[in-house]
């Protein structure tokens, strides 16, 4: 069955850095997109960043544009979040998700029901 296991999260100051990483098995890894989802204390879930599943196309909500970088590792079967210039407004849990295709639309990726197996969430928490 597929299973995706995030790792990476933890808590670090205003400004710092964190590199999450997302590991897939039970699937034929690059067949499908990917996407980091992340959801805040008393808030929905929301997107973060997704791409293809080649990694040439990256999508990024406005909030993190020039500070996060969505990246994957084929042969690893591993989908990569760098997230540098951390703001307290970023601390979430964070949410790795196989997409249920391998490209679409940049709003497609937006959709949390275009995501059919998510993994059990990282926490990230940033200090002021």
């Known amino acids: 069955q597929v299973q995706l296991v995030e790792t990476g999260g933890g808590l670090v100051q205003a400004g710092g850095s964190l590199r999450l990483s997302c590991a897939a098995s039970?699937?034929?890894?690059?067949?499908?997109?990917m996407g980091w989802f992340r959801q805040p204390p008393g808030k929905e879930r929301e997107f973060v960043a997704g791409?293809?599943?080649?990694?040439?196309?990256?999508y990024y909500a406005d909030s993190v544009k020039g500070r996060f970088t969505i990246s994957r590792d084929n042969v690893k079967k591993t989908v990569y979040l760098q997230m540098n210039s951390l703001k307290p407004e970023d601390t979430a849990v964070y949410y790795c998700?196989?997409?249920?295709?391998?490209?679409?639309?940049?709003?497609?990726?937006?959709?949390?029901?275009?995501?059919?197996?998510w993994g059990q969430g990282t926490q990230v928490t940033v200090s002021s």
């Open positions: 791409l293809n599943w080649s990694g040439r196309s990256t």
């Open positions: 039970g699937l034929t890894f690059s067949n499908y997109g």
């Open positions: 998700a196989k997409a249920s295709f391998s490209e679409a639309s940049p709003m497609t990726y937006r959709k949390t029901y275009e995501f059919d197996y």
